[in-house]
Structures are given as structure tokens and as C-alpha cells.
T-cell receptor, first 112, second 110 residues
């Protein structure tokens, strides 16, 4: 089978750093993606890790450890606009090579 | 900018009706996807297509079918709508690295 686990909710204050963890169990693993979704909006792509290590894009970083089946999204210098749901998604082979299996999402609340 | 559009933002249908949800992308992507999103369940893959007229079942295909007659258009069909198909439906097209989502269709079946 396949499964992804991530916390359902995280709360942090403006200016702080928050880490959202994701553990997965799947066959045919290619990589781990992260998507952001604001309330009422469409998911938007944040990052993709195919190899172990840290990928940095501005205030956001994403990490992958394939041996531990684990990854995280790190958000620095939190802003109110970062309040959203964050989904990790495993990319696995399934006919189309970028078929994604999504986690259930982490709702991040940034407080002033 | 990549653009994925969906035919309706909100739709209300009656039980037993045949429902068509349309999705169009303008980036010449080969891969297109249909998901449904329900609270606490995340995004679940219904069907995907990797080429014109080619399709594969996702994780929850029961009660749905799809059509891809042209590369830019991917349609989701509810053959006989039921109340448990009330949900947000999201279409996406993708490169190898990134999926681009449409704004979603909130379907209510009464």
C-alpha cells in the first residue's frame, strides 16, 4: 500500500520558523513535492525533491531523506500570508511518471 | 503563464443526472489529472491521462469516467450523480516536475 503522514495543524507566530514533516510509505518512489493551498484557492507548487538533501527557494526550503522515507518543508520569517494548507505529495510511477499521491494536508495558522 | 481553466466554479445537480466537468489547459502538456478534494481527506486522484485518448484509473474511479479527445481538454463525467459525489473537483496538467491546478468546481448533488 501507500500512505503519507503529516500533522493536521500547526500554529506559529509571525517572523518565526516552522517545519512541517511528512513521512511516506510507497513503492515506485520518484520524489517528494510540496504544494500550498490558500482557503478557497487552487493548490500551487512550492518545491520538488528527487534527491536527498535540502532545496532552498527564498523563505521556503524542502528536505528529503529517501532512506528514512521522510521529508519536511521549512518556512522561515513567517508572514500572515503564509497561513494556508500545505500538502506533501509523493511522485510515483503510474503510467504517467508524475502521478502524485497527496497527503491529507497541514493547516498552518500564522498569528500576529 | 500556464493556465488551467474549468468550465464552472459552482454547479448544482440532481441525483441521477449525468454531469460533465470540463478542463482546458493552454501549455501543451501531455499529462492531465482529475482530483476530488474533501475535508480531512486531501486530494484524491480519480483519473489521469498521459496522451490523447489514453487514460488510467486513479485511486477512486468508481462512478466516474473521462474523455480526452484533444490534447488541451480533459473531461470528467459523472454517469449518474449521487449525493456522495458532492465535492470540490480539481483538474491539473503537468510537466515532469510540477502540476498546475485549475480553480476547481464545487459540485453539489441534491
Amino acid at each position: 500500500g501507500q500512505s503519507l503522514e503529516q500533522p493536521s495543524e500547526v500554529t506559529a507566530v509571525e517572523g518565526a520558523i516552522v517545519q512541517i514533516n511528512c513521512t511516506y510509505q510507497t513503492s515506485g518512489f520518484y520524489g517528494l513535492s510540496w504544494y500550498q493551498q490558500h482557503d478557497g484557492g487552487a493548490p500551487t507548487f512550492l518545491s520538488y525533491n528527487a534527491l536527498d538533501g535540502l532545496e532552498e527557494t527564498g523563505r521556503f526550503s524542502s528536505f528529503l531523506s529517501r532512506s528514512d522515507s521522510y521529508g519536511y518543508l521549512l518556512l522561515q520569517e513567517l508572514q500572515m500570508k503564509d497561513s494556508a494548507s500545505y500538502f506533501c505529495a509523493v511522485r510515483r510511477y503510474g503510467g504517467a511518471t508524475n502521478k502524485l499521491i497527496f497527503g491529507t494536508g497541514t493547516l498552518l495558522a500564522v498569528q500576529p | 503563464d500556464v493556465k488551467v481553466t474549468q468550465s464552472s466554479r459552482y454547479l448544482v445537480k440532481r441525483t441521477g443526472e449525468k454531469v460533465f466537468l470540463e478542463c482546458v489547459q493552454d501549455m501543451d502538456h501531455e499529462n492531465m489529472f482529475w482530483y476530488r478534494q474533501d475535508p480531512g481527506l486531501g486530494l484524491r486522484l480519480i483519473y489521469f491521462s498521459y496522451d490523447v485518448k489514453m487514460k488510467e484509473k486513479g485511486d477512486i474511479p468508481e462512478g466516474y469516467s473521462v474523455s480526452r479527445e484533444k490534447k488541451e481538454r480533459f473531461s470528467l463525467i459523472l454517469e449518474s450523480a449521487s449525493t456522495n459525489q458532492t465535492s470540490m473537483y480539481l483538474c491539473a496538467s503537468s510537466t515532469k516536475r510540477e502540476q498546475y491546478f485549475g480553480p476547481g468546481t464545487r459540485l453539489t448533488v441534491t
